[in-house]
């Protein structure tokens, strides 16, 4: 697993820059930096589906887990327009139109070493093909899940899953209705 060393943009709590950090020096001291999460939706006859993603298990931190279509880092100097289409491309091979919807803060440990403290920008995308060409070197496997399934299976089975995925999936069931019409 390639743990190439990545900037990651420190924030404050109002999403403002105060520096720079080594991304796994920031996850091992927890300290708050800028990240985002995609949410791809298919909608057929009037079912919602989204597309999860199986975390390679070498992933520095919460690999072999279910989480969303893909969330990283945009690294200094890149927006979070780039860095968010930049990184769906590099995981998934996808290239889609991204819509911002908000942001939402957490912090959690995630294994004895690493602690996430992201300021977490949301995005989401519609997509409307079966599959994707993911990376493999950070997925091991996608699927697609009918949405209320998703959240029944988070519910029940939260160890399956990253410690975002219920925030991010809060945050976008408040806006699909109104995305989707």
Known sequence: MDQTLHHVILVDETDQP??????????????????????????????????????????????GLWSNSCCSHPLPGESLSQAAHRRLYEELGIKTDLIYLDQFEYRVAVGQTVTEHELDHVFIGFYDLPDCDFNSNEVVLTKWVEWETLFESVNAHPE??????????????????????
């Open 18 to 63: 105060v520096g720079t950090c080594e991304k796994l020096d920031a996850h091992a001291k927890g300290l708050r930096h800028r990240a985002f999460s995609i949410v791809l939706i298919h909608v057929l006859d009037g079912e919602v589906s989204t597309l999860i993603q199986k975390r390679h298990p070498d992933k520095y931190h919460t690999g």
């Open 160 to 181: 399956q899953f990253t410690p975002w995925l219920k925030s991010v999936m809060r945050l976008v069931s408040r806006d699909m209705m109104k995305l989707i019409a």
